[in-house]
C-alpha cells in the first residue's frame, strides 16, 4: 500500500502564492507519474499538472506559466508551486501517483486533498 499526504494549502489573495507539497510513502519501489488535480465545488476533478518519472512536465492550459510541478525522487515528494492565483483557482487539490505493478500493471494512489481558496 502506498499513502499520500499533501499540505500545504491555505487561504491567499489574488496575486499571491502557495506551495503545495506531497509526501508518498509504503510499500515503494518506484512512481511512475505523479499528478495534482483538483475540484472546485460544482465542478469535476481536473487534471492541473502531470510529471514523470523522468522529470517531463504538462499543465493544464489555465495554469501554464503560474503553476510549476517538481518532484524528489529520493524522499518520493511532489510539489507544486503555485503563483499568480486567481479566485477560479478556488479548489480541493488532490496528490495522485501512479505507481507500477507486477506484470506491467499499474495502481493509482490519492491523496485526503488540500483546500486552496484564493479570495479576490
Known amino acids: 500500500q502506498v499513502q499520500l499526504v499533501e499540505s500545504g494549502g491555505g487561504l491567499v489573495q489574488a496575486g499571491g502564492s502557495l506551495r503545495l507539497s506531497c509526501a508518498a510513502s509504503g510499500s515503494i519501489f518506484s512512481i511512475n507519474d505523479m499528478n495534482w488535480y483538483r475540484q472546485a465545488p460544482g465542478k469535476q476533478r481536473e487534471l492541473v499538472a502531470i510529471i514523470s518519472s523522468g522529470g517531463n512536465t504538462n499543465y493544464l492550459d489555465s495554469v501554464k506559466g503560474r503553476f510549476t510541478i517538481s518532484r524528489d525522487n529520493a524522499k518520493n515528494m511532489v510539489y507544486l508551486q503555485m503563483t499568480s492565483l486567481k479566485p477560479e483557482d478556488t479548489a480541493v487539490y488532490y496528490c495522485?501517483?501512479?505507481?507500477?505493478?507486477?506484470?506491467?500493471?499499474?495502481?493509482?494512489?490519492w491523496g485526503q486533498g488540500t483546500q486552496v481558496t484564493v479570495s479576490s
Open positions: 495522485n501517483a501512479v505507481v507500477p505493478q507486477l506484470l506491467g500493471y499499474e495502481r493509482e494512489y
